[in-house]
């Protein structure tokens, strides 16, 4: 029940918690709002003081409505399928390609259960001395805290979820303790998944993002998935939870049967563009006037002027760049891109998402605010041309995300 409270401060703070987390409004619980609003009032603050530190944006209440409605459900092997999908088809391909290490990241971990699956199972199945590294992501700080204890009881162990490879010991009667070998080669990090995972985690094989964009908004859950989809190495497998998207995202393939949920980032012999022949480079503008003809010119064959590069074909010159690990590169090709076709919204988002990886976050901003701008000009279904079509709402939601993000942080 509402009843009492100030229906301005319960709205800020819904608002709040879904530009934070981009949950849609109906995934915010009431009652968890309610009670920390209500504590607030309790410790003698009137309802207008709460409400201001609401307009501030990033304030200590904004994080402690946050975690109050995070919803941190998880425990060993969830999804069985996922693990053997993984073990049968998704490594063996990774090491046919020649994979010189196994890298994993659990994005949404809560306490760390699904990291340390991921973990037990990259270590069972890795060629004996081949690097494993899994990285568990979240947004809730406690729960990292308990994550990295590595100790956990009989409700992490669900009998409906077989324990598939090794990955923890008992440790009393009642809790088990991750074994030490899955707990070297993981570890746990804060971080949002409206925002992209800044470039120093690199690139991932196996991607879980479980039972965590069902609470998100259509437009949060788009962002997040560029993100997770950005992060993925060529080759590499994203899973999400069941019922979480009704189509592949964008630039990835659907693998396996539909229900698995499991989408694989084409290689770059793969992708449909790279039949395309290179294109060649711009012409450089003539500096000096031609010399006067003083007799008529001898007539020769004409030989068509070279076309500069289309924003497409650049963009995926600089794709191409990026999976080389050629960011400096990529960021050069991406930059001539967004001058010479300001209007190539996939191009401006490219290198908005290369910059926040890099750090460099003031960069992107004008360049995301620009995207906001010209995306909202164009009708949201509106087809955008690039490495892929995708709709104008598509790049409107991915800067809307990530504007709102920065804005609180
Ligand atoms: C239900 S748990 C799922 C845990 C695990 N992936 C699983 O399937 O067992 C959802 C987790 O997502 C996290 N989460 C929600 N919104 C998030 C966001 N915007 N960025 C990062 N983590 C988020 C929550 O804090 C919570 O720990």
Redesign the pocket.
């Known amino acids: 029940m509402s009843a009492g409270l100030d229906p301005r401060l319960l709205a800020r703070a819904r608002e709040v918690v879904a530009d934070t987390?981009?949950?849609r409004d109906d995934a915010i619980a009431q009652e968890a709002v309610e009670r920390v609003l209500r504590a607030e009032l309790a410790r003698g603050r009137v309802p207008t003081e709460v409400l201001s530190e609401l307009q501030q944006l990033g304030s200590p209440l904004a994080y402690t409505l946050v975690r109050a409605v995070?919803?941190?459900?998880?425990?060993f092997f969830?999804q069985p399928e996922h693990f053997r999908y993984i073990t049968q088809e998704g490594i063996p391909a990774a090491l046919r390609h020649g994979a010189m290490h196994l890298r994993g990241w659990?994005?949404?971990?809560?306490t760390g259960?699904?990291a340390y699956s991921l973990a037990a199972c990259l270590l069972a199945c890795a060629p004996a001395g081949m690097p494993v590294e899994v990285v568990g992501?979240?947004?809730?700080e406690a729960?990292l805290e308990a994550a990295r204890r590595g100790t956990y009881g009989a409700w992490s162990r669900r009998e409906s979820a077989p324990a598939l490879h090794p990955v923890y010991e008992l440790l009393n009667g009642r809790q088990v303790s991750i074994l030490p070998e899955v707990r070297k080669v993981t570890r746990f990090a804060p971080?949002?998944?409206?925002a992209p995972l800044p470039e120093r985690f690199g690139q991932f094989d196996f991607i879980?993002?479980?039972?965590?964009l069902t609470?998100f908004s259509p437009s949060a859950r788009d962002a997040?998935i560029v993100h997770l989809a950005r992060a993925l190495a060529p080759g590499g497998l994203l899973f999400l939870?069941t019922v979480e998207v009704d189509r592949a995202p964008p630039g990835l393939t659907r693998e396996g049967a539909p229900e698995l949920q499991a989408f694989r980032k084409p290689r770059p012999e793969e992708r449909p563009f790279a039949q395309l022949p290179v294109a060649p480079p711009v012409p450089a503008p003539r500096m000096t006037p031609a010399p006067r003809r003083l007799s008529a010119p001898t007539p020769v064959s004409p030989t068509p002027p070279s076309p500069p590069p289309s924003p497409a074909r650049m963009h995926l010159q600089a794709l191409e760049r990026i999976e080389e690990g050629n960011v400096a590169g990529a960021t050069a090709v991406l930059e001539l891109l967004v001058k010479q076709a300001p209007d190539y919204l996939p191009g401006l988002l490219e290198l908005a998402l290369l910059r926040e990886r890099a750090g460099a976050r003031d960069a992107a901003f004008p360049l995301m605010r620009a995207l906001r701008t010209r995306a909202g000009q164009l009708p949201p279904d509106a087809l955008v041309d690039g490495p892929e079509a995708l709709p104008a709402r598509f790049y409107l939601a991915s800067a809307d995300a990530y504007l709102n993000l920065g804005a609180l942080e």
């Open positions: 987390t981009g949950f995070l919803v941190g459900e998880t425990y969830r659990s994005a949404g971990c809560a259960e699904e992501t979240d947004l809730h729960s971080a949002n998944l409206l879980l993002c479980r039972n965590v609470y997040a939870g």
